[in-house]
Nanobody, 115 residues
Framework: QVQLVESGGGLVQPGGSLRLSCAAS????????MGWYRQAPGKQRELVAT???????NYQDSVKGRFTISRDNAKNTVYLQMNSLKPEDTAVYYC?????????WGQGTQVTVSS
């Protein structure tokens, strides 16, 4: 069992930055593939970025060059640094942990980009 708690969301102006954090507990964090997803009102949840337990990161095309996913296994935490934010980045952002048949989600954190 893995518990995920996101933080760092909020209201930011276009062009601004936010850093989301996802703290994990309950299992061996380093063995999990981690990801950030988002869901805007009226839309399906979509992949933003992933970082595997070993290997390369992956990003949705619309965030490449603006967002950076990273992890600190010593702190059981995954981060999403978001720069040059746009109104279309407004959504609830969810942390995901996945390994073999196990798949866990956090409760989400709201990100609103508006002037």
């Amino acid at each position: 069992q893995v518990q995920l708690v996101e933080s760092g969301g909020g209201l930011v102006q276009p062009g601004g930055s936010l850093r989301l954090s996802c703290a994990a507990s309950g299992s061996i964090f380093s063995m999990y593939d981690m990801g950030w997803y988002r869901q805007a009102p009226g839309k399906q949840r979509e992949l933003v970025a992933t970082i595997p337990s070993a290997g390369s990161t992956n990003y949705q095309d619309s965030v490449k060059g603006r967002f950076t996913i990273s992890r600190d296994n010593a702190k059981n935490t995954v981060y999403l640094q978001m720069n040059s934010l746009k109104p279309e980045d407004t959504a609830v952002y969810y942390c995901n942990a996945r390994r073999m048949i196990w798949n866990y989600w956090g409760q989400g954190t709201q990100v609103t980009v508006s002037s």
